[in-house]
């Protein structure tokens, strides 16, 4: 389209274009807020996102460094080597490995650990791990420090630091503080490699670099200089290994660490559900492309990230400011005089245009050069605004030149529409409100989903998914008259009694569950999807949260959250469905349970009494009577403190199912670490759970 260009008419547009793009732009440029940070973080984080076929010309590097390697404390490691969860390893499994690196010509071994304090079994084991540590020579320590505020600029205000044991401290070959400089989204995106006021103190990362003779630690200005993050790859792309798989019984054989630089780090992927570990966010978890969509990257792998930046010298930089600000002043223009002159379909391809080639000079930039810019602002601010400026200014002048002023609200709307619209009644229907009302909640998720789709290819795991919840909404939810509020990554949250009342949505939440265990759903033949659910019944705020524009129905409260719990809670049960005693009163008679006992739930003060529900008819989940009857008479031994009478119980119920009888053994464990000594007089057999 050749329009008639007009600049006598045009350039009042033209101006108020430029001036209100740039004013806006350099707003969410300058200034940090909400909007300012997630524009900014996004810029960084989506050329790691985006396809290589995206810039054919431009292909991305893929290779993986290969200088580290990182061995991990993780769930595998602490099963095979039995050590506890809540408390330090048994310190002769570090000597073990010390040992082991030293005798396969490690050229560093850096611990992710703080080790501040003596062992409190045997001050031998001490001796014999600072020996290790001396024998070997490269041995990094890390420094233990308390953030004053988490995440953002305040990262580098840091208490005193907790230096390792001292013991320690006099044989190893340097010391680093540990903290890395992550956003409030718990992403590093920035090196940082110093500390504190007055005297300095040395990343962990930076000591290893200066213990390593890189050249770049000589000028101690350049730890200051700012860099930034280049990641090589997804969570786990580093080369690694379990703990287990380096000590122990479980340990390979074969020569894993010649001239390589060893990290020793946690990495917790399923142990305490939802309670933050030393694990952060990555650009790949944004959009879930490592495989699973909470997957994280250790605290290990960021600083060996950091270290390979800088022996490759291959960090990312940011574009200076004040580049980037004539940037951004000349986009304002050309965009707002450009787009203003267009009629609406020109400047809608226009400005789709301009956005694709903004998208792929920053991703050849970030590939090719290393260097990246708040980029996104131009997608989300500059182009919008002087796309919907174009299209407002050129609609009014329409509107004058047509002579159709009290008709200008119909300029965007089809006749039907806005007769659909001015007949609704309900006109408050988009704007924030909310009422009490009594819910049965449903929480679900996948049993062992980690397992499941690890190293499933992405569109694969997408496609599983969609037919995943498709089959448990469609024959379990909506055939209840269930409303799904949300699905969170596996996780689906839904409730009954809302929007519409139901009398008895205790027992479709029930039937729900039954219905989702009766669906024979599978990843692939080897992996059929074992579905876990917890219901309970009770009063939530429930309708519409956010603004006018934007609005959420949903429900919130204490009950939401005491739903979700019980759904976690088949985890340590071994369980497919828990109910509530609300839910199981308010379904009878229509639903078959058993009794599981009294819990005192992770943040919440009062027992809930838990009931599992149960399915004659479905062979995976059908409970033999006898063993119903042994675990009965275990549960009232445990409740009346017949602590041997419950042991025996137990083992009974247990010996009835081929598969084993999950309350059962969970009882058994806790029996097996119960100190009778200890109850309270008041005590009337509740298990108290610390973890989510």
Not at 77 to 103: C, F, I, M
Not at 300 to 305: K, L, N, Q, R, S
């Amino acid at each position: 389209m050749n329009p008639r260009i007009d600049w006598q008419r045009n350039r009042i547009g033209i101006v108020l274009s430029f001036l209100f793009s740039a004013t806006v732009t350099l707003i969410v440029w300058d200034f940090e807020f909400s909007l300012s940070k997630s524009l900014k973080h996004l810029s960084f984080d989506q050329p790691y996102l985006t396809p290589s076929i995206f810039t054919p010309f431009v292909p991305r590097p893929e290779t993986v460094p290969n200088d580290v390697v990182l061995v991990y404390l993780d769930d595998r490691s602490h099963q095979d080597l039995g050590q506890p969860y809540n408390a330090p390893w048994d310190r002769n499994h570090h000597t073990e490995l010390v040992k082991r690196l030293s005798a396969e010509g490690a050229r560093a071994v850096v611990f992710d650990i703080v080790f501040a304090d003596p062992s409190p079994r045997n001050p031998e084991i001490d001796q014999t791990f600072a020996t290790a540590i001396a024998e070997n020579g490269k041995v990094i320590l890390a420094i233990d420090l308390i953030k004053n505020e988490l995440g953002g600029k305040e990262s580098s205000q840091l208490s005193e630091p907790i230096l390792p044991y001292e013991l320690f401290d006099e044989v190893c070959a340097d010391i680093g503080y540990s903290a890395l400089q992550y956003d409030p989204d718990f992403q590093v995106r920035r090196h940082l490699h110093q500390s504190g006021k007055g005297e300095l103190i040395s990343s962990l990362t930076w000591s290893t670099a200066q213990f390593l003779g890189l050249e770049l630690t000589d000028d101690e200005n350049n730890r200051v200089q700012p860099r930034w993050v280049n990641y090589y790859g997804p969570p786990r792309s580093l080369p690694w290994f379990s703990f287990s798989e380096v000590v122990g019984d479980h340990a390979r054989s074969e020569p894993l660490f010649k001239d390589k630089i060893v990290y020793i780090g946690a990495h917790l992927k399923t142990y305490n559900s939802g309670e933050r570990k030393d694990e952060l966010r990555h650009p790949w978890s944004t959009w879930g492309l490592s495989g699973e969509h909470w997957k994280f990257i250790a605290g290990a792998e960021v600083h060996a990230t950091i270290l390979l930046n800088l022996l490759r010298g291959d960090w990312l930089n940011e574009i200076p400011k004040k580049t980037q600000l004539i940037y951004f002043l000349l986009t304002s223009f050309f965009l707002g005089s450009g787009l203003v002159l267009l009629r609406p379909v020109a400047a809608t391809l226009s400005a789709i245009g301009a956005a694709l080639i903004v998208f792929w000079v920053a991703h050849y930039l970030h590939w090719a050069h290393r260097l990246w810019f708040p980029w996104a602002i131009t997608l989300a601010i500059q182009i919008p605004l002087a796309w919907g400026f174009s299209v407002l200014f050129n609609s009014l002048k329409l509107y004058v030149q047509k002579q159709l002023l009290e008709q200008s609200i119909r300029a965007y709307l089809s006749p039907k529409l806005v007769k659909a619209f001015a007949s609704r009644p309900d006109e408050n229907f988009l704007k924030p409100g909310a009422e009490k009302q009594e819910l049965s909640i449903l929480f679900s998720d996948i049993e062992g989903f980690t397992s499941l789709s690890e190293g499933m290819d992405s569109s694969k795991l997408a496609d599983l998914m969609n037919g995943y919840f498709e089959t448990t909404v469609s024959n379990g939810i909506h055939a209840t008259d269930g409303t799904v509020v949300k699905y969170i990554g596996d996780a689906i949250f839904a409730f009954w009694n809302a929007p519409e009342p139901q009398s008895d949505h205790a027992t479709r939440a029930c039937q729900a569950a039954i219905q989702i265990q009766r669906q024979p759903y599978r990843f692939s033949e080897s992996k059929p999807v074992h579905t876990r659910v917890g219901i309970h019944t009770g009063s939530a705020d429930v309708g519409n949260f956010g603004s006018a524009n934007r609005v959420d129905y949903t429900a919130i409260g204490e009950n939401i959250n005491l739903a979700s719990r019980l759904e976690g809670l088949n985890k340590y049960l071994g369980t497919r469905i828990l109910i509530s005693r609300e839910t199981r009163t308010a379904a009878a008679p229509h639903i078959q349970t058993r009794a599981l006992g009294r819990f005192r739930l992770k943040g919440f003060e009062r027992t809930v009494e838990v009931l599992e529900v149960l399915d004659p008819t479905h062979d995976e989940t059908s409970i033999p009577q006898s063993c119903l009857e042994h675990f009965n008479s275990g549960l009232q031994a445990f409740h009346g403190r017949d602590f041997e009478g419950a042991i025996r119980a137990f083992k009974q119920s247990q010996a009835e199912r081929a598969s084993g009888d999950g309350p059962s053994a969970f009882y058994l464990r806790q029996l097996e670490s119960l100190d009778p000594a200890t109850l309270s007089d008041d005590w009337q057999g509740e298990v108290t759970l610390e973890e989510k």
